[in-house]
């Protein structure tokens, strides 16, 4: 009978079915790093969303055979040290298709319209104030005619060029940040940095990608641009991103992930208050729908694994 761990049960709002072979299941609301090896003990098979599973952890777990991350993004788990331990590792895979592109046009369009300063202008009482039926605060911008840059092309980048194409929008596919050819239907990075008005991050975070957009970046964009960032924290210069901001080296900013989550220690970020920053706190996936489908195919990777038939390998 194999031991299931899921370590951070909480992070997910699903009901997760029993996996269809003798199993014994044991989850934990959450747990903290250096609570990992105590509680992945005699665990051949162990469920994290967010959990740090580094090689410390993980060469004191002999038995461990399968990580089995609630999530698309693996960058918590030491892969490398896996593959010498022979240890799988599977992903969820497009669950989020429709979750994350529509809180990323939630954010884009709160800011071009610019809503939260006219929320900010509505509580102080302006417009009651006002002499005519309207009150013509903050610039509302459209995204008609308007130019998407998408940095990772993937079913969660697609499905966001889907939409900016009903939006009317010009969507631009950013090539690799330094590769001197492109691939067909691809844009040269720099060329998508300096003509988007709005641009998404969908890529994952790696050692290649992280501080993708910094200082450089910034400066080559439009003053009149957007950064949308629902990918990883780490893909932004925090420390530049807030000077892009405050300089007015871009129009704004909406975010859905830091660089550190929980931010427990505070951030900058979150203190920073102004109309043109928008910050959640990375719920972009986290649609009912979304979590469902992920509990599902969760189960799913597992069952496959069992049968020794293994899918979403990372």
Known sequence: MKKIVFLDRESLIADIRPPAFPHQWCDYPSTFAHDVVERLQ??????SNKVPLDRASLEQLPELKLIAVAATGTNNVDLACCRERGIAVCNIRGYAVNSVPEHVFALTLALKRNLIAYREDLNAGVWQKSQTFCYFGAPINDLAGSTMGIVGHGSIGRSVAIIAGAFGMNVLIAEHKGNETCRPGYTPFSKVLSESDVLTLHC???PKTENLISA???????SSA???NTA??????EEDL?????????????FDVLRTEPPTAGSALLDYRAPNWLVTPHV???SRGAMQRLADQLVDNIEAWNSGQPQNLD
């Open 216 to 222: 450089n970046e910034f400066r080559a964009m439009k």
């Open 284 to 286: 972009a996936w986290a």
């Open 204 to 206: 994952p975070l790696t």
């Open 232 to 237: 990883r924290g780490g893909l932004v210069n």
């Open 42 to 47: 005699g665990a051949q098979i162990a469920i």
């Open 226 to 228: 957007l950064l949308i």
């Open 242 to 254: 807030l000077v892009a901001l405050g300089e007015n080296w871009i129009a704004g900013a909406g």
